[in-house]
């Protein structure tokens, strides 16, 4: 988007505007899952290996992914580890964090493979830890992800060649095929 001309402002709030559940909603989705979670947890008096149970059962069953787990190019992200460290040295890990960690140890005997906590839903474990209702997890996601969108754009600004349409040739459709026209 900067390299188009536009000011810093329009090429990060694009970038904002972006945001969305496929785009950053993993943390909302997690943050959801985890918060009822612990409410049932805590109305059905379960333990928070029971009530991962629960949650993977259900979403095996509807062969739904599972939100907060599982990473295209982490096996054990160094992110997660380190904000765990965060939480339990600040004294903000509590029964979603707890919860979140119970769902990692059980995936493999669910999945048939370990998907670990991802920072999605380690983020989304802690910041329902501290209060923060789930529908705030974008929230969270556009405050983290904006300094990123300043840089990229900074460095299209400056860095780039202006915006340049690619030629005809380049372009290839991929609808429909054409239709004739009835008569």
């Known amino acids: 988007m900067a390299s188009c001309g536009v000011p810093l402002q329009s090429a990060v ?41 629960e949650i993977l059962r259900k979403h095996r069953d509807r062969k739904e992914k599972v939100p907060g787990y599982g990473h295209p190019t982490h096996t054990n992200d160094p992110r997660t580890k380190r904000l765990l460290e965060i939480a339990n040295e600040t004294q903000l890990s509590g029964p979603h964090v707890e ?29 329902s830890d501290m209060g ?23 460095e299209q600004m400056y860095n780039d060649k202006p915006y340049k349409a690619p030629e005809w040739d380049e372009i290839v459709y991929t609808g429909p095929p054409e239709r004739r026209p009835t008569k």
């Open 13 to 53: 709030s694009a970038g904002v505007a972006a945001i969305g559940d496929w785009h950053g909603g993993a943390i909302e989705q997690a943050a959801k899952m985890l918060q009822e979670g612990v409410v049932h947890m805590k109305d059905a008096q379960l333990t928070a290996q029971e009530s991962a149970e």
């Open 99 to 127: 919860l979140a960690q119970a769902i990692e140890s059980l995936t493999e005997r669910f999945f048939r493979k370990h998907l670990i906590l991802n920072v999605d839903g380690c983020i989304a474990a802690i910041i």
């Open 132 to 154: 923060f209702d789930w529908r705030l997890g974008k929230g969270f996601f556009i405050v983290s992800r904006t300094p990123e969108l300043i840089a990229h754009a900074y």
